[in-house]
């Protein structure tokens, strides 16, 4: 007996390319990595533990599928005829969440009403025009990287896709990524997570760049302090649900999504508010992760574009960074210089790390300003905001 | 690259106008919910 037959996770490392081969055993190390710093919190845990262990155990476990082939029992991407995915789904261990949860964007959707149910609208309703504006400046990314992709070669699906990274939302690159470009779609998501989780670490250095400490400091004066209630939040939720829905049916399930999660929110069923966000908002996470991590099989993920991939990733979350920023100095100035630009950086709407990244940097330089619910307002309004984006990319994309 | 600059304009400039029209519902659904409550009623 050929002892290599019984250790094929290692045959197989001879008998693929030499290049997949190599990038198996980086990957390898890379997922490894992956949950060290997000252990060590460098990146973030409820993604990347998962993710690295999944991305470590499915390049290890490659095996001869038959005398020719090689490939893995954790799932299969590719597979699109009929009959091959009824097969597929007996065998592969997680094709049954990839087919029925993932590759129809249900899991996006999912922890988007998760975000929904975390997600106070009390400080949009308060200041909806300042908010508003704050997080469409926060979309420079989201839009400026469109053409800038386009001279990198992409597609118009493609560029799109990899632009909406610029909205610092996983769960909308994920969707706009399987509606626009389903071929690249591995590779655009997991470069969208993996900066994401960056984010926290990089944006207060852009915040430190761009904002003198004396700005930083600034105390919001507010004259207005009203409590909104339930019933108001609720109807906002409601309406503005319609609305969307009604302007970008390819978006619908988004919009029903997040607005759904805010509605049972505001609605106070207890129940179902545990139930979303305690089980199905981790559930989803969890299964995102390792999901993610799996479908970096070096076979899967070796794209020539990746590169173009990475580059563009960070110039569309870059360039949205400053945009939100520059809102912050627009309603600096438009407001007679009664507020922190700082909170700009929020208007990036990744929930609630920008938001907390606003009130860390001006707590650093004044211990007495809490801007917590402005940055709240204009979090929140990124994330409306940033599906807007996507339901008019989705819509308008195809048409082009 | 003019054409995609175009449809990053349009792209922005929609999501700008409906984000405005969002902004502006907001101002309207609290208007009506104070006019409910009496709120805003003039003393």
């Known amino acids: 007996m050929n002892i290599m037959n019984l250790f094929q996770g290692v045959a197989?490392?001879?008998?693929q390319e030499p290049l997949i081969s190599g990038a198996r055993i980086v990957l390898i190390f890379l997922g490894i990595l992956l949950v060290y710093l997000g252990k060590?919190?460098?990146?973030?845990?409820?993604?990347?533990?998962?993710?690295?262990?999944g991305m470590s155990a499915v390049n290890a476990g490659v095996?001869?599928?038959?005398?020719?082939?090689?490939?893995?029992i954790f799932m299969d991407p590719m597979v699109s005829d009929t009959n091959g995915l009824m097969n597929i789904l007996q065998i592969d261990w997680l094709q049954p969440i990839y087919t029925f949860t993932f590759s129809n964007g249900l899991i996006a959707c999912i922890v988007f009403m998760g975000i929904g149910v975390i997600s106070d609208v009390g400080s949009v309703l308060r200041f909806p025009f300042t908010s508003m504006l704050i997080a469409m400046f926060a979309e420079l990314g989201t839009v400026a990287t469109f053409p800038i992709a386009k001279l990198f070669g992409l597609t118009n699906g493609e560029a799109a896709a990899v632009s909406v990274?610029?909205?610092a939302d996983g769960p909308m690159v994920l969707y706009?990524?399987?509606?626009?470009?389903?071929?690249?779609f591995v590779p655009i998501t997991i470069v969208a997570y993996l900066y994401l989780s960056l984010t926290y670490g990089g944006y207060p250095f852009l915040v430190r760049l761009l904002i003198p400490k004396h700005l930083r400091e600034i105390v919001v004066k507010s004259t207005r302090n009203e409590n909104i209630s339930s019933a108001k939040k609720l109807a906002f939720a409601v309406v503005a649900n319609t609305i969307l829905c009604l302007l970008f049916p390819v978006a619908a399930p988004l919009f029903v999504s997040f607005f759904l999660g805010v509605a049972i929110r505001e609605s106070g069923i207890v129940k179902y508010i545990k139930l979303i966000e305690e089980v199905f908002l981790y559930g989803?996470?969890?299964?995102l992760g390792l999901m993610l991590g799996v479908l970096c099989e070096a076979s899967t993920i070796l794209n020539p574009k990746i590169l173009i991939l990475l580059v563009l990733g960070m110039i569309a979350l870059l360039l949205s960074g400053i945009g939100g920023i520059i809102g912050g100095y627009v309603v600096y100035l438009i407001s007679g210089k009664n507020f922190n630009p700082t909170i700009g950086i929020a208007g990036v709407s990744c929930v609630p790390t920008t938001a907390k990244v606003a009130q860390k940097e001006v707590h650093l330089v004044n211990k007495y300003c809490f801007i917590l619910q402005y940055a709240m307002g204009a979090n929140i309004c990124g994330v409306i905001t940033s599906a807007i984006l996507t339901g008019i990319y989705v819509t308008l994309i195809p048409m082009l | 690259?003019?054409?995609?600059i175009m449809v990053a304009l349009q792209v922005y400039g929609l999501g700008f106008v409906i984000s405005l029209v969002i902004a502006v519902l907001i101002k309207g659904i609290s208007f009506v919910f104070d006019?409910?409550?009496g709120e805003n009623k003039v003393k």
């Open chain 1, 63 to 72: 095996l001869f599928l038959s005398a020719t082939t090689t490939g893995t």
């Open chain 2, 1 to 4: 690259m003019n054409e995609s």
């Open chain 1, 165 to 167: 990274i610029g909205t």
């Open chain 1, 176 to 184: 706009t990524s399987l509606m626009l470009a389903k071929d690249l």
């Open chain 2, 35 to 37: 006019r409910l409550s």
């Open chain 1, 284 to 287: 989803a996470t969890f299964f």
């Open chain 1, 40 to 53: 060590k919190g460098t990146l973030e845990p409820l993604v990347m533990i998962p993710m690295g262990f």
């Open chain 1, 12 to 15: 197989t490392l001879f008998y």
